[in-house]
C-alpha cells in the first residue's frame, strides 16, 4: 500500500509545483515559514503541501497513515480545481480527473486496510 501511495502522490506534486511556477512564485514552490511574501501569498497552503512532500526519500520513511493523509490533501486541492474547471468528475478523460478517480479509489482501498 506504502509504495502504490508514494506512486500516487507524484502526479499531484508536479501538477501543484508547474501551477504554482506558472504564477511566478520568486521561491518555485517552496514555502518559508519566515517570509513574509510566502506568509502572505494565496499559493501558500500548495507551498506548504509540496514542502512537505519535497523529498521522496524521507517521504518513503513516513508512516502510512502520514502518506494517505498527504494524499487527502492532494485530492483536495485538484478536486478544487476540477470543480473550477467545470470539469465532469465521472465522464472527464484529463490526466487531473483520472487522477483523482484513481487516488480515490486507492484512499478506500487504505481506509478499508485500516479498519482491518
Known amino acids: ?33 519566515t517570509d513574509p511574501a510566502c506568509e ?10 509540496l514542502s512537505s512532500q519535497n523529498d521522496f526519500i524521507a517521504l518513503d520513511a513516513r508512516p502510512v497513515s502520514e502518506m494517505v493523509g498527504s494524499l487527502k490533501e492532494a485530492i483536495k486541492h485538484l478536486d478544487g480545481h ?9 465522464a472527464c478523460c484529463c490526466d487531473s480527473c483520472r487522477w483523482l478517480r484513481d487516488a480515490k479509489r486507492l484512499l478506500k482501498q487504505a481506509n478499508l486496510m485500516k479498519l482491518r
Open 1 to 33: 500500500m506504502k509504495a502504490k501511495v508514494l506512486k500516487a502522490l507524484e502526479f499531484p506534486r508536479s501538477a501543484i509545483l508547474q501551477s504554482i511556477s506558472a504564477r511566478q512564485c520568486h521561491r518555485g514552490g517552496y514555502y518559508h515559514a
Open 40 to 49: 502572505l501569498c494565496w499559493l501558500r497552503q500548495e507551498c506548504r503541501w
Open 82 to 90: 476540477r470543480h473550477e474547471a467545470h470539469h465532469n468528475a465521472l
